[in-house]
């Protein structure tokens, strides 16, 4: 999987998920400052917040060496600089496992979770390659090209109870 929401979003989302045994990767590379784009004091109280609970997971066996990896990113690392201090990044392929180091982890498919009002569910009409970040199309298509599935859906940080239409069955 891959969490691109905010930063504190996708942490969240990460440990939800570690509960059911995936093993988060943070990839919240922002140099904290007070002027700074990226707002990155949040994300690191909400890794702090959580520290304990993760250090449970792993002593109780949740998370392990094999477990299926979970990419925590933060979908408001870039910016427009202004008079802000520009401690915006960007991720190119280099970042992530290819599609053959995928592979030979047993991965042929891969979530991608952004900040949509999907609730999670995989949705016909929303598996397109525009609802990733610029900086990840690159990475992605690479991995669709190589016989990786990649499919999308999100979550909506604050729902309203949206009425959405029933999602494909896998």
Avoid at 15 to 29: E, N
Avoid at 102 to 112: D, E, G
């Amino acid at each position: 999987m891959v969490l691109d929401s905010g930063g504190t979003h996708s942490v969240a989302m990460a440990v939800k998920l570690a509960k059911s045994g995936y093993q988060p990767i943070v990839m919240l590379d922002a140099i904290v400052h007070p002027k700074g784009i990226v707002r990155a004091e949040q994300d690191l109280a909400v890794l702090l917040y959580f520290a304990v609970e993760m250090e449970k997971l792993k002593t109780e066996g949740k998370i392990t060496n094999t477990s299926p990896p979970v990419f925590v990113l933060d979908c408001h690392r870039t910016g427009f600089c202004g008079s802000l201090f520009d401690n915006s990044y960007k991720f190119t392929n280099k970042d992530f496992p290819n599609a053959k180091e995928l592979k030979a982890n047993s991965i042929t498919c891969v979530v991608y979770l952004n900040e949509t009002a999907q609730n999670g569910y995989i949705l016909p009409d929303f598996q397109a390659i525009d609802r990733v970040s610029d900086d990840l199309q690159p990475l992605i298509m690479d991995w669709q090209a190589n016989g990786i599935q990649v499919l999308y859906s999100g979550v909506d940080p604050w729902p309203n109870d949206p009425q959405l239409p029933k999602p494909i069955e896998l």
